[in-house]
Each structure stands twice: as C-alpha cells, then as structure tokens.
C-alpha cells in the first residue's frame, strides 16, 4: 500500500494551465500504475488519464487529449498532471489513484487501491 498526496491544485482561468503532483510515501512509486480521476459536484468520478508501470505508456480520457499529459519522476516518487487549455468544464476535484495489479489500462476507479485526498481544480470563464 501507498499513501499519495495531490498538490498543484487552485482557481485558473479559461485558457490556462495548472499541473498537479501526485507524491508517495513508502514503496518505489515506479512499480506502481497511477491514474487521474477527478470528480465534479453532482457527478460520478470519471477517469482523466494514467501513466503505466515504469512509465512506458500513458492513455487519455477523449476529453482531455492532447490538452492533459502525465509524466512521472521516479527519483521524486512523483507523477505529475499537466493541464493546458484548461476550461470551465475542468473544474473538479482531482485524485491521483495507484494500483500494482490488473490490467495494462485500466480506467474505472474500481481497478485502483490507493488514493490520495484529492486537490480542487477550479477553471474560471
């Protein structure tokens, strides 16, 4: 088990950018598959996108592609959300979520053991 910690979170506006951390305590972070998940009030949390184990690959929710890129720094045991072109349909709370097991890609929050608390991501129009 891990215990991971979002940060980067804050009020932007329409058209900005924000990148978020996810860091970790304990374990090698690297062994560990990480997802993006954010969740809006009034609605179910859906996922952003995940990196794989290592950082060989990442994939996107269609919503955020070619606007979200994950990265992961392993000398930090840090996964990283850079946000661009963010707009007003953005705004959620964002986890980060991690997982040892199960399948290459995985986007439903089900798949995911170990999440942080979330930080809040509010794009302003």
């Known amino acids: 088990q891990v215990q991971l910690v979002e940060s980067g979170g804050g009020l932007v506006q329409a058209g900005g950018s924000l990148r978020l951390s996810c860091a970790s305590s304990g374990r090698t972070f690297s062994d560990y598959a990480v997802g993006w998940f954010r969740q809006a009030p009034g609605k179910e949390r859906e996922f952003v996108g995940a990196i794989t184990w290592g950082g060989a690959s990442t994939y996107y929710a269609d919503s955020v592609k070619d606007r979200f890129t994950i990265s992961r720094d392993a000398s930090k045991n840090t996964v990283y959300l850079q946000m661009n072109s963010v707009r007003p349909k953005d705004t959620a709370v964002y986890y980060c979520?991690?997982?040892?097991?199960?399948?290459?890609?995985?986007?439903?929050?089900?798949?995911?053991?170990?999440w942080g608390p979330g930080t809040q991501v509010t794009v302003s129009s």
């Open positions: 979520a991690a997982r040892r097991i199960g399948p290459l890609v995985a986007r439903t929050p089900l798949h995911y053991r170990d």
